[in-house]
């Protein structure tokens, strides 16, 4: 990875080369008796105009100063849910549903933010659609620069989260070193729940604000039919994380969603780039992806469809088909150059 003094892989061959050889001569490293670090998280503020915009960081042990800097996961999330309730839900009982603890045991330094008028953050009064959405990405870019010691940063987005990054990437290529972009929208044709948006705009375009009520958190783990593949516990435990933000939500990314698209040009995504989609997904289909991806200009890409999955990837119960994906993407060797 950029910016990395000695690849990860190498560390991980290294240490798995020591414990084996402890192992066979009967001495079990102290390391490996060791308890596991624990995650530290902190909170941060962005300021976008008048506007503070909450940021959530997790990794493993806090930073400390001279030490050298881990590699950045950014999450944005999508239309209907806040950044920690996408990103690091906890309940008792329903199993590991954080991205962001996944990622941070696994090396990374990983942030999500809330958008303009969404969970913790302040509201400008505005829909929050998808322009909106890259200026709150472009007003956090100072933080994480401060705070990581680093200018370029992986990014992660799932649904209208997806298409923000999107279009962050577009218009900061330098802030951008690897993508990826879960459940993606990108012209939205032969969609079915883009066409529900659609028979629905007089609506949404009522308000800058629209219902976001239990039942219509509810209703995202069925509207792909095959409800079985989500734990409902999994939806009442986002319920119970959501609804102390309200029953409304901003209204613009749907909106964007219905009658905007698209709001990406693939020909302006320069980095390297993993699109990531559920074989039952409402908001796509594999002919409108695959259009996408066969016009990014990057070489390094990949397209990888999740079987037994719907739209939302993070909460599926096969959500670690999604983590294996992401990691063998972030971990990949840089391609040499000819």
């Known amino acids: 990875m950029t910016d990395h003094p000695v690849a990860r892989r190498t560390v991980i061959k290294n240490a798995g080369l020591s414990i084996g050889a402890g192992l066979a001569s009967g001495i079990v490293p102290a390391r490996a008796q060791a308890a596991p670090a624990e995650i530290w998280s902190h909170e941060y503020w962005a300021q976008k105009g008048d506007v503070k915009l909450n940021l959530w960081r997790k990794r493993i042990g806090a930073p400390k100063p001279g030490e050298a800097p881990l590699p950045v996961l950014f999450l944005v999330h999508g239309s209907s ?90 218009a900061m290529p330098e802030r951008v070193e690897r993508l990826i972009l879960a459940a993606f929208t990108y012209k939205g044709e032969g969609a079915a729940e883009i066409q529900r948006r659609r028979d629905r705009i007089a609506e949404l375009q009522a308000s800058p604000r629209r219902k976001r009520d239990a039942n219509m958190i509810r209703s995202i783990f069925t509207r792909d039919g095959h409800p079985g593949i989500y734990d409902q516990a999994a939806a009442e435990a986002l319920v119970a994380a959501e609804m102390k933000f309200g029953d409304t939500i901003p209204a613009g990314t749907y909106v964007d969603m219905a009658v905007n698209l698209p709001l990406v040009d693939p020909t302006k995504v320069m980095c390297p780039v993993l699109m990531t989609r559920g074989e039952w997904d409402g908001n796509s289909t594999d002919g409108d992806l695959l259009e996408f991806f066969r016009q990014l200009p990057n070489g390094d890409r990949q397209y990888v469809i999740l079987p037994n999955t719907a739209h939302s990837q993070g909460f599926s119960k096969n959500r670690q088909l999604l983590w294996y994906a992401m990691k063998n993407f972030l971990a990949a060797p840089a391609p040499v150059a000819s």
């Open 81 to 170: 849910l806040s950044a920690r309730s996408s990103y690091d839900l906890g309940a008792s009982g329903i199993g590991e549903y954080s991205l962001m603890d996944v990622f941070a045991r696994d090396g990374f330094d990983v942030w999500t933010m809330d958008h303009d008028g969404y969970g913790y953050s302040g509201s400008s009064g505005n829909s929050s659609d998808i322009a909106g959405g890259v200026e709150d990405l472009k007003a956090a870019m100072p933080v994480l620069a401060s705070e990581t010691g680093r200018s370029k940063f992986h990014f992660f987005g799932e649904s209208s989260g997806a298409i923000r990054v999107g279009a962050f990437a577009q």
